[in-house]
C-alpha cells in the first residue's frame, strides 16, 4: 500500500498506519478492509506474530446498512423501469435491475452474466464464480421471461454477455451512478443503493412469502448458512424463486 512508504513489517503499528487514515478520511470501511487484507497477507507470510502490534490497531465502528423498498417504491420503480426501456439503450438498466430485485443477485453477478450460464430446459441460471462460490440460481417465470426477451431481441445468441457493451458487445456494459441516479430519481425514491435490491429480494422473501431464514440464505447465497441451505431440497429452492417473484411483481404494472 502507497500509503504506508517504507515501513518494516515488525514497525507496523497504530502510528505507522496513521498515513492510510488520513489518506482514506472518512472512507472508515474501505480502511478497515484495508487493515484486514494488510492482516491477512501478513498472516500468509507467516510474518503475524500473537503480539504483533498490528492486531491492536483501531478500527472503526461499522454501520450495516439495510435499506428495502416499500410496497409503494417497488410499484414506484417498475414504473419508471417500463419508461427506461422506452429510451435508447435504457432496456439494459432497466432489465438489469428488474432480475437484480426479482432474483436477490449482486450486481455484477447479472451484470458480467453470459449466455452460456443459462440453462433454459431447466430455467436455471449457473454461476461460475461469485463471492460465496459457484451457484446455481433458480429463475422463476417472470425473472426467465425478462431474459427471453433479451434473448430474442439479441438474434437468439448461443454465447456472450447478457449485456453486452453498447459499443463492443465483446465487453460486458459498463455501470452508471450517474443513471442509476437519475433512474432512482424517474422513480421518486431517495437515499437508496442498488445493493438495496437485494435487501428488497431478501426482506420480501421472508416477510411477504413466508420463507425460512435458512432458505432466504440460501437464496441470496449467504455463505454462512452455506451448510445448511445444502439441505434444502431442489423443489423448495424453485418455490423460493417463484415467491419473491410473486411478491415483488404483485405491485407492478404490465409495461407499455
Known amino acids: 500500500m502507497a500509503a504506508l512508504g517504507d515501513v518494516r513489517v515488525d514497525d507496523l503499528d ?49 454501520k450495516q446498512k439495510t435499506r428495502v423498498l416499500s410496497r409503494d417504491e417497488n410499484h414506484r420503480l417498475n414504473d419508471a423501469l417500463n419508461e427506461w426501456r422506452k429510451k435508447k439503450g435504457g432496456w439494459r438498466y432497466a432489465d438489469l435491475l428488474a432480475l437484480l430485485i426479482l432474483t436477490g443477485l449482486r450486481r455484477d ?3 458480467l452474466g453470459r449466455w452460456e450460464w443459462v440453462n ?7 454461476i461460475p464464480e461469485t463471492k460465496t462460490g459457484a451457484r446455481t440460481v433458480y429463475l422463476s417465470a417472470a425473472a426467465l421471461e425478462i431474459l427471453m426477451n433479451i434473448h430474442r431481441a439479441g438474434g437468439n445468441p448461443a454465447r456472450g454477455f447478457i449485456f453486452p457493451a453498447v459499443r463492443d458487445k465483446r465487453k460486458a456494459m459498463s455501470w452508471s451512478w450517474t443513471t442509476w441516479r437519475r433512474l ?28 425460512s431464514q435458512r432458505a432466504v440464505a440460501d437464496l441470496l447465497g449467504h455463505s454462512r448458512l452455506e451448510t445448511s441451505g445444502r439441505y434444502i431440497h431442489d423443489d423448495e429452492k424453485r418455490r423460493a424463486a417463484e415467491a419473491v417473484a410473486k411478491a415483488v411483481t404483485e405491485d407492478w404494472k404490465p409495461g407499455n
Do not use: Q
Open 184 to 211: 432512482i430519481a424517474t422513480a421518486g425514491i431517495s437515499d437508496v443503493r442498488c445493493h438495496d435490491l437485494r435487501h428488497t429480494a431478501g426482506s420480501y422473501a421472508h416477510s411477504f412469502a413466508g420463507l
Open 109 to 111: 453477478e447479472w451484470r
Open 120 to 126: 433454459w430446459a431447466l430455467a436455471l441460471y449457473n
Open 14 to 62: 497504530d502510528a505507522t498506519i496513521r498515513p492510510l487514515r488520513r489518506r482514506l478520511g472518512n472512507r472508515h470501511t474501505t480502511f478497515n478492509r484495508c487493515l484486514a487484507l494488510l492482516i491477512a497477507s501478513m498472516n500468509r507470510a507467516g510474518c503475524l506474530h500473537t503480539d504483533h502490534p498490528i492486531r491492536r490497531v483501531r478500527r472503526y465502528k461499522e
